[in-house]
Protein backbone atom coordinates (compact mmCIF):
# COMPACT_ATOMS: atom_id res chain seq x y z
CA UNK A 1 0.00 0.00 0.00
CA UNK A 2 0.95 4.01 -0.68
CA UNK A 3 0.03 6.40 1.57
CA UNK A 4 -0.32 10.03 0.70
CA UNK A 5 2.82 12.14 0.94
CA UNK A 6 3.18 14.39 3.72
CA UNK A 7 2.71 17.13 1.54
CA UNK A 8 -0.09 15.82 -0.84
CA UNK A 9 -2.42 18.52 -0.80
CA UNK A 10 -5.91 19.61 -3.14
CA UNK A 11 -7.45 17.76 -5.42
CA UNK A 12 -4.99 16.74 -7.79
CA UNK A 13 -5.75 13.00 -9.07
CA UNK A 14 -2.29 11.61 -7.28
CA UNK A 15 -3.60 12.74 -3.92
CA UNK A 16 -7.11 11.86 -4.59
CA UNK A 17 -5.96 8.32 -5.87
CA UNK A 18 -4.28 7.65 -2.58
CA UNK A 19 -7.31 9.05 -0.17
CA UNK A 20 -9.56 6.71 -2.02
CA UNK A 21 -6.68 4.06 -1.15
CA UNK A 22 -6.60 5.12 2.79
CA UNK A 23 -10.37 5.07 2.77
CA UNK A 24 -10.41 1.59 1.66
CA UNK A 25 -7.66 0.56 4.06
CA UNK A 26 -10.15 2.32 6.84
CA UNK A 27 -12.95 -0.02 5.72
CA UNK A 28 -10.64 -3.00 5.97
CA UNK A 29 -9.98 -2.46 9.50
CA UNK A 30 -13.44 -2.61 10.79
CA UNK A 31 -13.72 -6.36 9.66
CA UNK A 32 -10.77 -6.91 12.58
CA UNK A 33 -12.86 -4.99 15.53
CA UNK A 34 -12.20 -6.28 18.93
CA UNK A 35 -14.84 -8.30 20.69
CA UNK A 36 -15.11 -5.57 23.21
CA UNK A 37 -16.24 -2.84 21.05
CA UNK A 38 -20.04 -2.54 21.51
CA UNK A 39 -22.20 -4.32 19.41
CA UNK A 40 -24.19 -1.28 18.23
CA UNK A 41 -21.41 0.98 17.78
CA UNK A 42 -19.48 -1.90 15.99
CA UNK A 43 -22.04 -2.03 13.28
CA UNK A 44 -22.08 1.79 12.89
CA UNK A 45 -18.55 1.88 12.41
CA UNK A 46 -19.02 -1.68 9.90
CA UNK A 47 -21.41 0.29 7.79
CA UNK A 48 -19.63 3.59 7.80
CA UNK A 49 -18.66 4.53 4.50
CA UNK A 50 -15.22 5.60 4.85
CA UNK A 51 -14.90 7.61 1.46
CA UNK A 52 -16.79 10.18 3.22
CA UNK A 53 -14.16 10.42 6.44
CA UNK A 54 -11.79 13.33 6.70
CA UNK A 55 -8.14 12.20 5.03
CA UNK A 56 -5.72 14.06 7.33
CA UNK A 57 -2.32 14.05 6.07
CA UNK A 58 -0.42 16.37 8.78
CA UNK A 59 2.04 13.05 10.24
CA UNK A 60 5.24 12.27 8.56
CA UNK A 61 4.84 8.97 9.90
CA UNK A 62 1.51 8.16 9.38
CA UNK A 63 -2.59 9.10 7.71
CA UNK A 64 -5.05 9.54 9.87
CA UNK A 65 -9.01 9.26 8.51
CA UNK A 66 -11.70 10.59 10.07
CA UNK A 67 -14.87 9.16 10.62
CA UNK A 68 -16.53 12.00 13.17
CA UNK A 69 -17.76 11.49 16.32
CA UNK A 70 -17.45 7.69 15.42
CA UNK A 71 -13.44 6.51 15.04
CA UNK A 72 -10.70 6.95 13.61
CA UNK A 73 -8.08 4.64 11.22
CA UNK A 74 -4.24 5.58 11.71
CA UNK A 75 -2.51 4.01 9.30
CA UNK A 76 1.75 4.05 9.11
CA UNK A 77 3.34 5.65 5.93
CA UNK A 78 5.88 2.79 5.61
CA UNK A 79 6.02 -0.67 7.98
CA UNK A 80 6.05 -0.11 11.81
CA UNK A 81 7.44 -2.78 13.38
CA UNK A 82 6.59 -0.20 16.98
CA UNK A 83 2.54 -0.39 16.07
CA UNK A 84 1.75 -2.98 18.67
CA UNK A 85 3.55 -1.78 21.54
CA UNK A 86 2.35 1.84 21.07
CA UNK A 87 -1.19 0.42 20.33
CA UNK A 88 -0.78 -1.54 24.07
CA UNK A 89 0.95 1.75 25.81
CA UNK A 90 -2.89 3.51 24.63
CA UNK A 91 -4.67 0.69 26.35
CA UNK A 92 -2.63 0.85 29.72
CA UNK A 93 -2.54 4.75 30.35
CA UNK A 94 -4.66 5.94 33.01
CA UNK A 95 -5.41 9.45 32.82
CA UNK A 96 -7.58 12.09 33.44
CA UNK A 97 -7.89 12.73 29.42
CA UNK A 98 -9.07 10.48 26.88
CA UNK A 99 -6.44 9.16 24.23
CA UNK A 100 -7.38 6.73 21.14
CA UNK A 101 -7.52 3.50 22.61
CA UNK A 102 -7.65 0.72 19.91
CA UNK A 103 -10.82 -0.60 18.83
CA UNK A 104 -9.79 -3.45 15.71
CA UNK A 105 -6.47 -5.63 16.18
CA UNK A 106 -2.97 -4.53 14.36
CA UNK A 107 -3.20 -5.07 10.77
CA UNK A 108 -0.76 -2.72 8.63
CA UNK A 109 -3.17 -0.27 11.30
CA UNK A 110 -5.40 0.70 13.62
CA UNK A 111 -9.11 1.73 14.17
CA UNK A 112 -9.16 3.75 17.45
CA UNK A 113 -11.70 5.79 19.43
CA UNK A 114 -12.41 9.30 18.07
CA UNK A 115 -11.90 12.19 20.40
CA UNK A 116 -13.47 15.54 19.96
CA UNK A 117 -12.00 18.79 19.99
CA UNK A 118 -9.47 20.33 18.84
CA UNK A 119 -5.75 22.18 19.12
CA UNK A 120 -5.74 25.00 21.88
CA UNK A 121 -5.03 28.35 20.17
CA UNK A 122 -1.91 29.23 19.32
CA UNK A 123 0.10 31.36 21.93
CA UNK A 124 -2.65 31.39 24.38
CA UNK A 125 -3.35 28.93 27.59
CA UNK A 126 -4.38 28.84 31.36
CA UNK A 127 -1.29 28.61 33.40
CA UNK A 128 -3.12 26.27 36.14
CA UNK A 129 -4.41 23.91 33.64
CA UNK A 130 -0.61 23.31 32.22
CA UNK A 131 0.45 23.29 35.20
CA UNK A 132 -1.70 19.81 36.29
CA UNK A 133 -1.27 18.55 32.57
CA UNK A 134 2.89 18.44 33.44
CA UNK A 135 2.55 17.34 37.20
CA UNK A 136 -0.18 15.05 36.06
CA UNK A 137 2.60 13.02 33.25
CA UNK A 138 5.37 13.25 36.04
CA UNK A 139 3.46 11.77 38.78
CA UNK A 140 2.22 8.68 36.83
CA UNK A 141 3.42 5.02 37.24
CA UNK A 142 5.65 3.93 34.47
CA UNK A 143 6.43 1.27 35.51
CA UNK A 144 4.11 -0.92 33.90
CA UNK A 145 3.63 0.96 30.77
CA UNK A 146 4.89 -0.21 27.04
CA UNK A 147 7.22 2.83 26.24
CA UNK A 148 9.68 3.78 24.02
CA UNK A 149 13.08 4.88 24.28
CA UNK A 150 14.39 8.90 24.75
CA UNK A 151 15.46 9.81 22.06
CA UNK A 152 13.08 7.78 19.54
CA UNK A 153 12.34 10.19 16.86
CA UNK A 154 14.96 12.77 16.48
CA UNK A 155 18.23 10.21 17.53
CA UNK A 156 20.80 11.89 19.71
CA UNK A 157 22.61 15.44 18.59
CA UNK A 158 25.28 13.52 16.96
CA UNK A 159 28.90 15.20 16.61
CA UNK A 160 27.90 15.26 12.47
CA UNK A 161 25.07 17.06 13.76
CA UNK A 162 27.36 19.94 15.99
CA UNK A 163 30.19 19.71 13.11
CA UNK A 164 27.25 21.19 10.73
CA UNK A 165 26.14 23.19 13.28
CA UNK A 166 29.52 25.48 13.78
CA UNK A 167 29.41 27.64 11.52
CA UNK A 168 24.91 28.65 12.33
CA UNK A 169 25.49 28.59 16.29
CA UNK A 170 28.10 30.89 17.83
CA UNK A 171 30.56 30.32 20.96
CA UNK A 172 29.86 26.40 21.02
CA UNK A 173 26.01 27.10 22.38
CA UNK A 174 24.83 24.21 20.14
CA UNK A 175 27.88 21.48 22.01
CA UNK A 176 27.34 22.87 25.85
CA UNK A 177 23.34 22.17 25.43
CA UNK A 178 23.68 18.52 23.72
CA UNK A 179 26.40 17.90 26.65
CA UNK A 180 23.67 18.57 28.95
CA UNK A 181 20.69 17.11 27.77
CA UNK A 182 22.86 14.10 26.68
CA UNK A 183 24.08 13.65 30.30
CA UNK A 184 20.33 14.44 31.78
CA UNK A 185 18.94 11.45 29.85
CA UNK A 186 21.66 9.24 30.82
CA UNK A 187 21.76 9.99 34.48
CA UNK A 188 17.54 9.90 34.57
CA UNK A 189 17.43 13.65 35.82
CA UNK A 190 13.68 14.74 35.93
CA UNK A 191 12.55 10.91 34.80
CA UNK A 192 8.76 10.33 34.29
CA UNK A 193 6.00 9.95 31.82
CA UNK A 194 7.37 12.19 28.72
CA UNK A 195 4.49 12.84 25.56
CA UNK A 196 7.19 13.26 23.01
CA UNK A 197 5.35 15.95 21.36
CA UNK A 198 2.83 17.56 23.81
CA UNK A 199 1.40 20.43 21.67
CA UNK A 200 -0.99 21.72 18.96
CA UNK A 201 -2.98 18.82 17.18
CA UNK A 202 -1.97 16.37 19.42
CA UNK A 203 -4.24 18.08 22.14
CA UNK A 204 -7.52 18.29 21.76
CA UNK A 205 -9.74 20.91 23.54
CA UNK A 206 -12.91 22.40 24.48
CA UNK A 207 -14.03 25.45 25.73
CA UNK A 208 -10.85 25.45 27.72
CA UNK A 209 -10.75 22.08 28.52
CA UNK A 210 -8.35 19.57 27.87
CA UNK A 211 -10.73 16.16 26.12
CA UNK A 212 -7.32 14.68 25.31
CA UNK A 213 -4.05 14.00 24.11
CA UNK A 214 -3.24 12.08 20.79
CA UNK A 215 0.29 10.54 19.49
CA UNK A 216 2.05 8.65 21.91
CA UNK A 217 4.37 7.17 18.90
CA UNK A 218 7.31 8.56 21.08
CA UNK A 219 6.68 8.38 24.75
CA UNK A 220 9.58 7.32 26.78
CA UNK A 221 10.69 7.58 30.43
CA UNK A 222 12.15 10.53 30.27
CA UNK A 223 12.99 14.74 31.60
CA UNK A 224 9.21 15.70 32.16
CA UNK A 225 10.96 19.25 31.65
CA UNK A 226 10.15 18.29 27.83
CA UNK A 227 7.06 18.54 28.50
CA UNK A 228 6.87 22.19 29.47
CA UNK A 229 9.23 22.79 26.85
CA UNK A 230 6.57 21.49 24.43
CA UNK A 231 3.68 23.16 25.99
CA UNK A 232 5.91 26.73 26.25
CA UNK A 233 6.21 26.38 22.52
CA UNK A 234 2.75 26.15 21.45
CA UNK A 235 0.74 28.60 24.46
CA UNK A 236 3.44 30.71 25.02
CA UNK A 237 2.90 31.10 28.87
CA UNK A 238 5.98 31.58 30.96
CA UNK A 239 7.66 28.35 32.55
CA UNK A 240 7.55 30.26 35.57
CA UNK A 241 4.46 29.95 35.52
CA UNK A 242 3.44 25.98 35.19
CA UNK A 243 6.26 24.14 35.67
CA UNK A 244 8.72 23.34 39.11
CA UNK A 245 12.16 23.55 36.44
CA UNK A 246 11.73 26.63 34.06
CA UNK A 247 15.69 26.74 33.41
CA UNK A 248 15.70 22.89 32.57
CA UNK A 249 12.90 23.65 30.53
CA UNK A 250 14.62 26.11 28.56
CA UNK A 251 17.30 23.94 27.65
CA UNK A 252 15.06 21.22 26.08
CA UNK A 253 13.44 23.98 24.24
CA UNK A 254 16.87 25.24 22.69
CA UNK A 255 17.99 21.43 21.90
CA UNK A 256 14.57 21.39 19.67
CA UNK A 257 16.09 24.10 18.29
CA UNK A 258 19.16 22.79 17.24
CA UNK A 259 17.59 19.75 15.82
CA UNK A 260 15.35 22.16 13.28
CA UNK A 261 17.96 24.04 12.27
CA UNK A 262 20.42 20.85 11.72
CA UNK A 263 17.63 19.40 9.72
CA UNK A 264 17.43 22.72 7.86
CA UNK A 265 21.08 22.82 6.85
CA UNK A 266 20.47 19.22 5.53
CA UNK A 267 17.90 20.63 3.13
CA UNK A 268 17.90 22.94 0.30
CA UNK A 269 16.58 25.93 2.31
CA UNK A 270 15.69 29.62 0.59
CA UNK A 271 17.81 31.92 2.16
CA UNK A 272 14.58 33.36 3.21
CA UNK A 273 13.27 30.64 4.90
CA UNK A 274 16.97 30.31 6.88
CA UNK A 275 16.62 33.79 7.82
CA UNK A 276 13.44 32.94 9.36
CA UNK A 277 13.96 29.91 10.76
CA UNK A 278 17.22 31.63 12.45
CA UNK A 279 15.11 34.73 13.49
CA UNK A 280 12.88 32.14 15.59
CA UNK A 281 15.23 29.83 16.87
CA UNK A 282 18.57 31.35 17.67
CA UNK A 283 16.81 33.56 20.63
CA UNK A 284 16.20 30.04 21.83
CA UNK A 285 19.38 28.78 21.95
CA UNK A 286 20.86 31.52 23.57
CA UNK A 287 17.83 31.62 26.29
CA UNK A 288 18.89 27.48 26.84
CA UNK A 289 22.69 28.38 27.07
CA UNK A 290 21.91 31.09 29.49
CA UNK A 291 19.92 28.74 31.48
CA UNK A 292 22.57 26.00 31.71
CA UNK A 293 24.01 27.69 34.94
CA UNK A 294 20.98 27.49 36.74
CA UNK A 295 19.48 24.51 35.53
CA UNK A 296 17.45 22.42 38.15
CA UNK A 297 19.56 19.16 37.52
Not at 179 to 190: F, K, L, N, R, S
Not at 208 to 232: Q, R
Not at 272 to 284: D, E, S, T
Request: hydrophobic letters at 45%.
Amino acid sequence: MFWPPAGCRGPTSHCIYNQIMSAAHAQKLTSHLLDTVPTAVASQIQTYDWQQANVVERGKDHVVVIAEDLAVARLPRRADPELVRRAQLLEELRLPWQVPTPLSGIYDGVIQTFIPGSAHPHNSGNAATLATIVETLAQHDTSDLSLGQPFAQRGRITEEMLAGLDTAVEHGMHRAIAEHIHAWTDEGVGAGLVHGDLAGHNMHWIDGELIGILDWDYAAIWDTALNAAYLNLWHGVALEDFSAVPNRARVWSGALGLYSLADALSWNVSPAGWRRLNAKVQPRIQIAYNALQHAEA
